[in-house]
T-cell receptor, first 111, second 118 residues
Framework: SQQGEEDPQALSIQEGENATMNCSYK?????LQWYRQNSGRGLVHLIL?????REKHSGRLRVTLDTSKKSSSLLITASRAADTASYFC???????????FGQGTILTVHP | GAVVSQHPSRVICKSGTSVKIECRSL??????MFWYRQFPKQSLMLMAT?????????EQGVEKDKFLINHASLTLSTLTVTSAHPEDSSFYIC??????????????FGEGSRLTVL
């Protein structure tokens, strides 16, 4: 079954607003990561949160992890048009590195 | 930062031909590389895990004779789509795990290769 189900599937906001994306997963994890993908490009690693962490910040990004609910959220504050992209959560079971990706959220930020 | 180069970025080929896609880690050594396939507006599907000097491990449902993977060095893995058919048209993305950061879980991705089979 697919790990990392995300919602919403698509999100459209205005510049300056915050964007929140959620990710749920089914099995135990070692870590959860968020990636960004611009259309037709590769993935860029945004942030990794370990299973023993609850919250992590990186610039305008804030990630939370609730292992009891098997869910994570990615918050982008003060969004910019350049944040327009697809965002994927990915779960890793071990330090081996194999990741399973969610379906992704397509974020559109209107200038 | 760690850079992964993928080549070619776009390739168009005729049905029945074979296509090779290269994935190189430019400034780090990668013991493990992963090959993903992505259909339009969909997520990434892991095809196989490639370990330097050994045979690749394929995910269920992925034909190993169709998608040949070679990881001959710590900086290069190749994916060859053999006897390509239109249904093989897709976006193929590789990723690499740095040898010196293998416990971080972080992967570095190439820019992807878009294959179109006519």
């Amino acid at each position: 079954s697919q790990q990392g189900e995300e919602d919403p599937q698509a999100l459209s906001i205005q510049e300056g607003e915050n964007a929140t994306m959620n990710c749920s997963y089914k099995t135990s994890i070692n870590n959860l990561q968020w990636y960004r993908q611009n259309s037709g490009r590769g993935l860029v690693h945004l942030i990794l949160i370990r299973s023993n962490e609850r919250e992590k910040h990186s610039g305008r990004l804030r990630v939370t992890l609730d292992t009891s609910k098997k869910s994570s959220s990615l918050l982008i504050t003060a969004s910019r048009a350049a944040d327009t992209a697809s965002y994927f959560c990915a779960t890793g079971g071990t330090s081996y590195g194999k990741l399973t990706f969610g379906q992704g959220t397509i974020l559109t930020v209107h200038p | 930062g760690a850079v992964v180069s993928q080549h070619p970025s776009r390739v168009i080929c005729k049905s029945g031909t074979s296509v090779k896609i290269e994935c190189r880690s430019l400034d780090f050594q990668a013991t493990t590389m992963f090959w993903y396939r992505q259909f339009p507006k969909q997520s990434l599907m892991l095809m196989a895990t490639s370990n330097e000097g050994s045979k690749a491990t394929y995910e269920q449902g992925v034909e190993k004779d169709k998608f040949l993977i070679n990881h001959a060095s710590l900086t290069l893995s190749t994916l060859t789509v053999t006897s390509a058919h239109p249904e093989d048209s897709s976006f193929y993305i590789c990723s690499a795990r740095a040898l010196d950061r293998r416990n971080t879980g972080e992967l570095f991705f190439g820019e992807g290769s878009r294959l179109t089979v006519l």
